[in-house]
């Protein structure tokens, strides 16, 4: 069982940044790949960012590729997201997960993919 918890969303106007964190306990991550999703009102779930369980691999969803990039820190059993040049579009909930493999294959962009989440982190951004 691994336990996922974000940290660091917030209220920023547009333009700014945000960084964000999830911490992992339970198990190491190292053998996952792991995720970044968000959610807006009235929306559904998609993809923002994910790492291979070495780091040797991201992707980014076009909608924020180069705003919102992934890292990990197996060392410490982390997860960031580090946000710039925020939009207002970009208010959602963000939640990381742990994929179901350690390389980024598949349908890693599903939500389905994915085994443990986090609960989430609120980010509004003001126009």
């Known amino acids: 069982q691994v336990m996922l918890e974000e940290s660091g969303g917030g209220l920023v106007q547009a333009g700014g940044s945000l960084g964000l964190s999830c911490a992992a306990s339970?198990?190491?991550?190292?053998?996952?790949?792991m995720g970044w999703f968000r959610q807006a009102p009235g929306k559904g779930r998609e993809i923002v960012a994910a790492?291979?369980?070495?780091?040797?691999?991201?992707y980014s969803a076009d909608s924020v590729k180069d705003r919102l990039i992934i890292s990990r820190d197996n060392a410490k059993n982390t997860v960031s997201l580090q946000m710039s040049n925020l939009r207002p579009d970009d208010t959602a909930v963000y939640s990381c997960?742990?994929?179901?493999?350690?390389?980024?294959?598949?349908?890693?962009?599903?939500?389905?993919?994915?085994?443990?989440w986090g609960e989430g982190t609120q980010v509004t951004v003001s126009s």
């Open positions: 997960a742990a994929g179901t493999r350690a390389f980024l294959t598949g349908p890693f962009t599903s939500a389905s993919w994915y085994k443990y």
């Open positions: 339970g198990r190491p991550i190292s053998v996952y790949a």
């Open positions: 790492i291979s369980h070495d780091g040797a691999r991201t």
